[in-house]
């Protein structure tokens, strides 16, 4: 079975701390990607990686910062958690051919 | 700009019956994929079916099945014979082959009544 892990299924931060998540897949994909989920918005792409120490922004990459030093991790970076970063953060990996993407379970992060 | 969009944000449907679902997508690629995926209140993201966009013939995985009109760009899923475990939240998503890039939709809540 493909796995992708999330470090933790729920996260509380204070405002201005350097908020790390960390996603690992076992599945030797090469495309990772992170989305934040918030009612009524659906899932949005923050940002994605088709190789190591690659990455291209998705759609609402404010705020956020991403490192690929090793193809089966990709880590999601808050510089400075605010209280509008509060949400739910899905990672997600896919192989290129196929095209099929594996989930995480989520990590739901609230900053005070 | 690759987007995609759900314009029904609930629905419901009594156990046994039909349902369908709405997709419309934009994207400027030749090679990409469509998807339904659903979430269960487990959060766990679970792939419902696929459809490759060079592939005329619509996707069928058991009582879930695809109407993928290409032209029209749009790409709705129907569920037949409802169960109560279809109930979740369905999102439409699209990967495009070029970029990589795989953006989904702002989902459907599925509500199915005994």
């Not at chain 1, 729920?10 to 897949?25: D, I, W």
């Not at chain 1, 949005?44 to 922004?57: C, G, N, P």
């Not at chain 2, 749009?74 to 109930?87: N, R, T, V, W, Y």
Request: proline residues 3%; glycine residues 6%; aromatic residues 12%.
């Amino acid at each position: 079975d493909v796995k992708v892990t999330q470090s933790s299924r729920y996260l509380v931060k204070r405002t201005g701390e350097k908020v790390f998540l960390e996603c690992v897949q076992d599945m030797d994909h090469e495309n990772m990607f992170w989305y934040r989920q918030d009612p009524g918005l659906g899932l949005r792409l923050i940002y994605f990686s088709y190789d190591v120490k690659m990455k291209e922004k998705g759609d609402i990459p404010e705020g956020y910062s991403v490192s690929r030093e090793k193809k089966e991790r990709f880590s999601l970076i808050l510089e400075s958690a605010s209280t509008n970063q509060t949400s739910m953060y899905l990672c997600a990996s896919s192989p290129w051919t196929g095209r099929l993407a594996f989930f995480g379970q989520g990590t739901r992060l609230t900053v005070v | 700009a690759q987007t995609v969009t759900q314009s029904q944000p609930e629905m419901s449907v009594q156990e046994a019956e039909t349902v369908t679902l709405s997709c419309t997508y934009d994207t400027s690629e030749s090679d990409y994929y469509l998807f339904w995926y659903k979430q269960p209140p487990s959060r766990q993201m679970i792939l419902v079916i696929r459809q490759e966009a060079y592939k005329q013939q619509n996707a069928t995985e058991n009582r879930f099945s695809v109407n993928f009109q290409k032209a029209a760009k749009s790409f709705s899923l129907k569920i037949s014979d409802s169960q109560l475990g279809d109930a979740a939240m369905y999102f439409c998503g699209d990967f495009q082959g070029g970029s990589e890039k795989l953006v989904f939709g702002k989902g459907t809540k599925l509500t199915v009544n005994p």
